[in-house]
């Protein structure tokens, strides 16, 4: 009988060991930090492709680790990212590493395009985002709201719709996801307050510069960054620089460098965020200075 009552409370006491151990918090850690001289890429120059080094290829050739290139007009971390620069100039390419044991900031690299080719921004899209190539050429965009509440082509500033509408809101993925909704403001004031909310003005002179004047909405104020146009993806890309949004949309939109272009004409253009809160697109509608300068009301 003891026999049996000792089995028993060891039982007992094994069990109580085991629920403990199995109840104390687990402990997780950071690897050791990588050494960025085990972390390795190639950025080379396709000099046969552009004999002055327009196209540059970024290669991360480090298994395991993904890379981010920051490359003046755009950034990306895909595992080979061709790039092309149109204007002649130094670029200096920052590269930083996802580790298991955190970020690590590799030296820079700088490259010389020795020549321009103008044929990467000889495109109608380009032309109808910045005017053209040329000395003192730019176009300027306003936000289709004005002070009066007057949206001037648009119902409104702003529209909505699931992440898979694409340009010329034709469908790109599941076709429960390219619903758009285009509210029009006077009868949805609760869109964004009426107002001068700044300009946005692109330029091809000497290089894809942009400069964005937040009048009204944002901390930002007056930012002068670059930007690149995929005319072929219809992706649109702001480095230093954010494009005009509505009051509420600071907080809504995390990603103010990556753009998918909705529609782009000679006087419109409808510019779509990421809202990740809930996996939709921002659309922003702007319209062209010269479009609102010569805009005559209906009766």
Not at 69 to 94: E, H, L, M, P, R
Not at 153 to 181: H, R, Y
Not at 196 to 223: C, K, Q
Not at 229 to 242: I, S, Y
């Amino acid at each position: 009988m003891k026999n049996i009552k000792l089995l028993v409370t060891s039982f007992l006491m094994l069990s109580i060991a085991m629920l403990v151990s199995s109840c104390s918090p687990e402990t997780y850690a950071l690897d050791a930090p990588t050494n960025k001289s085990d972390i390795h890429f190639e950025i080379t120059q396709d000099l046969v492709a552009d004999p002055g080094g327009n196209t540059v290829i970024l290669k991360n050739t480090t298994p395991g680790v993904i890379l981010t290139w920051d490359y003046v007009t755009g950034k990306s971390n895909k595992g080979t990212q061709i790039v092309k620069y149109a204007f002649k100039g130094d670029y200096t390419i920052k590269v930083s590493a996802v580790t298991g044991g955190g970020i690590v900031e590799l030296d820079p690299v700088t490259i010389t395009v020795s020549d321009n080719n103008l044929n990467y921004v000889n495109d109608p899209l380009w032309t109808a985002l910045s005017g053209g190539v040329g000395v003192g050429k730019s176009k300027t965009w306003y936000l289709d709201l004005n002070a009066d509440g007057v949206s001037k082509f648009f119902v409104g500033p702003v529209a909505f719709s699931g992440n898979k509408l694409g340009w010329q809101k034709e469908c790109t993925g599941d076709a429960g996801l390219c619903w758009i909704w285009e509210p029009d403001w006077k009868g949805n004031q609760w869109i964004t307050p009426a107002g001068d909310y700044g300009s946005m003005t692109f330029s091809l002179d000497g290089g894809p510069f942009v400069t964005v004047n937040h009048a009204l909405t944002t901390t930002r104020g007056i930012e002068h960054g670059t930007y690149f146009l995929d005319a072929t993806k219809h992706e649109l890309t702001l480095t230093n620089a954010a494009i005009l949004q509505s009051a509420s949309a600071a907080a809504d939109v995390s990603d103010w460098s990556n753009y998918k272009i909705i529609s782009l004409t000679e006087d419109t253009m409808q510019i779509a965020a990421f809202n990740k809160s809930k996996a939709e697109f921002i659309i922003f509608n702007f319209i062209s200075k010269e479009y609102s300068d010569n805009w005559v009301p209906k009766d």
